[in-house]
């Protein structure tokens, strides 16, 4: 298995730029994660889906932040428009139970 | 409320000699337990955890860790440390309530093993 795909793995942008990363799980998976890494706040869980469905949003810092998962092999987060304060490495997860979580190797968020 | 706390913000041992990385939680009722480990631009690896059962459990690279209940710890450990065990160590709780897999971080320690 291929593991975790995350898509960009890096992204350099400018402020009020709309940005778009991508997380394809492991399939079988039933639930997915996206988590946020900065230095100042370490590890954030931002948003989860079991089966697809948003379970706990209460993560996501704003409204520009936004998170889909159209069908259980891939799952967006965006931010629009994107800040200064979003610079960070995105993570996202899967899950299909057991309650170890598969991470991907994270996308690396730079807003000039 | 939920919570995980490592102590240590780094933690500084010499190789061969044994290691210890610290990890309280309170949670209510019987969670499952997890350690992961993060090398440098890479994504959060599993090492171990305990869900049931003996209190100390065996996981990848040599560590282990174990579950305190009375003190509410799950400690890393390993006998030995090598260099390439330098890494951020986070552990994770996940309380049984909720019936999803959510996990709850704490702020990782770094681990430094010195030749």
């Known amino acids: 298995d291929a593991g975790v795909i995350q898509s960009p793995r890096h992204e350099v942008t400018e402020m009020g730029q709309e940005v778009t990363l991508r997380c394809k799980p492991i399939?079988?998976?039933?639930?997915l994660f996206w988590y946020r890494q900065t230095m100042m706040r370490g590890l954030e869980l931002l948003i989860y889906?079991?089966?697809?469905?948003?379970?706990?949003d209460s993560g996501m810092p704003e409204d520009r932040f936004s998170a889909k998962m159209p069908n259980a092999s891939f799952s967006t987060l965006k931010i629009q428009p994107s800040e200064p304060r979003d610079s960070a490495v995105y993570f996202c997860?899967?899950?299909?139970?057991?309650?170890?979580?598969?991470f991907g190797e994270g996308s690396r968020l730079t807003v000039l | 409320a939920q919570s995980v706390a490592q102590p240590e913000d780094q933690v500084n041992v010499a190789e061969g000699n044994p290691l210890t990385v610290k990890c309280t939680y309170s949670?209510?009722?019987?969670?499952?337990l997890f350690w992961y480990v993060q090398y440098p631009n890479r994504g959060l690896q599993f090492l171990l955890k305990?869900?049931?059962?003996?209190?100390l459990v065996k996981g990848s690279y040599g560590f282990e860790a174990e579950f305190n209940k009375s003190q509410t710890s799950f400690h890393l450990k390993k006998p030995s440390a090598l260099v390439s065990d330098s890494a951020l160590y986070f552990c994770?709780?996940?309380?049984?309530?909720?019936?999803?897999?959510?996990?709850?971080f704490g702020a990782g320690t770094r681990l430094a093993v010195h030749p």
């Open positions: 997860a899967s899950s299909d139970g057991t309650g170890e979580l598969f």
């Open positions: 399939s079988g998976h039933n639930s």
């Open positions: 889906f079991n089966n697809n469905v948003p379970i706990d």
């Open positions: 949670v209510s009722g019987n969670p499952y």
């Open positions: 305990y869900i049931t059962g003996d209190n």
């Open positions: 994770a709780v996940r309380p049984l309530s909720g019936g999803y897999n959510k996990l709850i």
